[in-house]
C-alpha cells in the first residue's frame, strides 16, 4: 500500500492538493510501519527515502537511504543517496555517491551479479551532470568541507 499511496501523490489526474498531499501522508505512515516490521529487509528504506525524495524532504531521504545502504550495498541506494545530497545542495557528497554508485554497479557485475541498466545510464548521466556542474564553476561545488 505505500508504493500505491506514493504512485498516487504522483500522478497527474485532476485531484486536488488536499489528495496529493492525504496520499504522501499514507505513503509514509505506511512505510514507517513496514521498515519497523521488518527492520532487516533494505528495500524497504530505500522505497522510504525515495518518498522523502520525492515529498522534498532530503535530509529524511539521506537517512533511509543511508539506512538502506547499511544493510545492503547497492548502487541504486548511492545513486538515490546523490539525489538526496543533491537537493540539500551538498554537491561534493552528490559527487561521492555517484561514484560510488558507478563503483559498485562495476564491483557487482565483475561478481556475476547484473544491475538494471537503468540504474547504470542513470549514475553515469547523474555524475556527468554533476561533474559538469562542478567545472562551471557554481558555488560550493568542487570545494572541500562546502
Keep these: ?3 500505491a499511496y506514493l504512485y498516487l ?6 485531484a486536488s492538493n488536499d489528495d496529493r498531499l492525504n ?4 505513503s509514509l505512515e505506511e512505510f514507517d510501519k513496514i521498515t519497523k516490521s521488518a527492520p532487516e529487509i533494505s528495500y524497504y528504506y530505500y522505497w522510504q527515502g ?3 525524495y520525492d515529498y522534498g524532504d532530503y535530509i529524511n531521504s539521506e537517512a ?10 547497492l548502487s541504486i541506494y548511492h ?9 540539500q545542495k551538498d554537491y561534493n557528497d552528490a559527487i561521492s ?3 560510488t554508485a558507478l563503483g559498485v554497479s562495476t564491483a557487482t557485475q565483475n561478481q556475476g551479479h547484473t544491475n538494471t541498466s537503468y540504474e547504470q545510464r542513470a549514475s553515469k548521466l547523474i555524475f556527468l551532470y554533476v561533474s559538469d556542474v562542478g567545472k562551471q564553476g557554481l558555488p560550493g561545488v568542487g570545494v572541500s568541507g562546502s
Design 50 to 52: 525515495c518518498a522523502f
Design 1 to 3: 500500500m505505500a508504493c
Design 97 to 99: 555517491e555517484y561514484n
Design 79 to 87: 545513486f538515490w543517496l546523490g539525489c538526496a545530497y543533491l537537493g
Design 23 to 26: 496520499y504522501r501522508a499514507k
Design 64 to 73: 533511509s537511504l543511508k539506512q538502506a545502504i547499511a544493510k545492503e550495498d
Design 9 to 14: 501523490s504522483r500522478l497527474d489526474y485532476p
